[in-house]
């Protein structure tokens, strides 16, 4: 089972970037899947979340209207595109996937997004 995110990097306040999550090993389409993030000193946090299917997704109130995930089930891959960043959007952020019966939850790496002038 593998959980690969891409995408971070450094960008300005306002800036926009779209991190990607690449999973293997395991029925992707049978899965929720997640955006969390973590930064210096702070738990880790819900960023986004959506069922196997469009129109179930959730938000953290911090990023609603700016930031979007979405699915293509057919490349096993999830996204989260950012946009209107801001330099408090700056941590690690990782890929989750959760099944709830039978129970499954795997996670990435992480993927490092700084916000900064």
């Known amino acids: 089972v593998q959980l690969v995110e891409s995408g971070g990097g450094l960008v300005q306040p306002g800036g926009s970037l779209r991190l990607s999550c690449a999973a293997s090993g395991f029925t992707f389409n049978s899965y929720a899947m997640r955006w969390f993030r973590q930064a210096p000193g702070m738990e880790r946090e819900l960023v986004a979340a959506?069922?196997?299917?469009?129109?179930?997704?959730v938000y953290a109130g911090s990023v609603k209207g700016r930031f979007t995930i979405f699915r293509d089930n057919a490349k096993y891959t999830v996204y989260l595109q950012m946009n209107t960043l801001k330099p408090e959007d700056t941590a690690v952020y990782y890929c989750n996937a959760i099944r709830r019966t039978p129970f499954y939850e795997f996670w990435g790496q992480g993927t490092q997004v700084t916000v900064s002038s």
């Open positions: 959506m069922g196997d299917v469009p129109g179930t997704e």
